[in-house]
């Protein structure tokens, strides 16, 4: 699931936490039969790689001078979680499901969080997200430039940990 650091502040303050839009991302077999080869967990890094880029999308939105989620640190965010009912949306992307419900927090697996070194290219890239859609090779470069970094990972339990550093 695509998030931002606020995001992640709500799943530890309530315990659980709702993809915008029901939106997240998983290996389908869809986006298994887009890949002429790979392994399950090469597959599943294109899934958190679109999860990524979602993220950056949510970045994109929040970080109005207004926004709440404005004071957080502009990284991208993905929750990597054990979650039954999703339904598959291949009119979207290969990769996109949409989560039912509230994904509790004891289903989260793992974290994956930029590190400090990322906020630069992810302010970049999250300011054009869009223009990169719409094939603006400069915008590309940037979202590169942001790819070219890899999340660090993160156990469940260590969330806590995570934002009280931030």
Same mark, same amino acid.
Do not use: N
């Given at each position: 699931?695509?998030?931002?650091?606020?995001? *992640?502040?709500? *799943?530890?303050?309530?315990? +659980?936490?709702?993809?915008?839009?029901?939106?997240?991302?998983?290996?389908?077999?869809?986006?298994?039969?887009?890949?002429?080869?790979?392994?399950?967990?090469?597959?599943?890094? @294109?899934?958190?790689?679109? @999860?990524?880029?979602?993220?950056l999308?949510?970045?994109? =939105?929040?970080h109005?001078?207004?926004?709440?989620?404005?004071? /957080?640190?502009?990284?991208?965010?993905?929750?990597?979680?054990? =979650?039954?009912?999703?339904?598959?949306?291949?009119?979207?992307?290969?990769? =996109?499901?949409?989560?039912?419900?509230?994904?509790?927090?004891?289903?989260?697996?793992?974290i994956?969080?930029?590190?400090?070194e990322? +906020?630069?290219?992810?302010?970049?890239?999250? @300011?054009?997200?869009?223009?990169?859609? *719409?094939?603006? /090779?400069? @915008? /590309?470069?940037?979202?590169?430039?942001? /790819?070219?970094?890899?999340?660090?990972w993160?156990?469940?339990?260590?969330?806590?940990?995570l934002?009280?550093?931030?």
């Amino acid at each position: 699931m695509p998030a931002t650091i606020g995001m *992640l502040r709500h *799943l530890l303050d309530a315990g +659980e936490l709702s993809p915008v839009g029901g939106t997240a991302f998983a290996l389908t077999p869809t986006l298994r039969e887009s890949y002429t080869s790979g392994s399950t967990e090469e597959l599943e890094y @294109a899934a958190l790689t679109d @999860a990524a880029r979602a993220s950056l999308r949510l970045l994109s =939105v929040d970080h109005e001078p207004d926004a709440a989620d404005a004071k /957080e640190p502009p990284r991208r965010a993905v929750l990597s979680a054990d =979650v039954d009912d999703v339904t598959l949306r291949p009119d979207l992307d290969d990769a =996109v499901v949409r989560v039912a419900g509230p994904v509790p927090l004891a289903a989260v697996a793992a974290i994956h969080v930029d590190t400090p070194e990322a +906020e630069a290219a992810v302010l970049a890239a999250a @300011a054009v997200i869009d223009d990169a859609d *719409l094939g603006d /090779e400069d @915008a /590309e470069l940037a979202l590169g430039d942001v /790819e070219d970094h890899e999340l660090a990972w993160y156990a469940a339990q260590e969330l806590p940990f995570l934002l009280e550093l931030m």
